[in-house]
């Protein structure tokens, strides 16, 4: 009967994993799954008009990046450089801001997953702002 209890425990177990939200770690389906990003600060955190619409570049520093995220400027994708997990890089165009005022930074990491498998994948990080003078 020993066995028995082993494999009703590993069961139990492998449901329980399975079963847990954002279980990315956990859950051994999850391997693909890219955590949501995370944006801990910009460089610089003011620009002046003139300089978006001069090809100006904003460095957005954080954890979770991906080679897929992109930077959203008030919900538009900007061109982004991933440098690392913890970085990337945005050019603006003469397009790309129009007026003075705050702007919302957003990271953008797509989902690595085909299906509802249980875990997060991807997802957009909370806004910072960008002051445009």
Known sequence: ????ISIC??????????????????NPVCLTARP?????????TAVALGQTQQGFVLTVNGSHFDSASVIMLNGAELST?????QQLKATFTATSISATGPANVVVH???????????????NSAALVLTIT
């Open 9 to 26: 425990s590993l069961s139990i177990l492998l449901l329980a994993m399975l079963s847990l939200a954002g279980c990315q770690a956990l």
């Open 36 to 44: 949501a990003p995370v944006v801990a600060s910009l460089s610089p």
């Open 1 to 4: 009967m020993p066995s028995r």
């Open 81 to 85: 450089t991933f440098v690392s997990d």
């Open 109 to 123: 990491t797509p989902s690595n997953l085909a299906g509802d498998l249980g875990c997060n994948s991807g997802g």
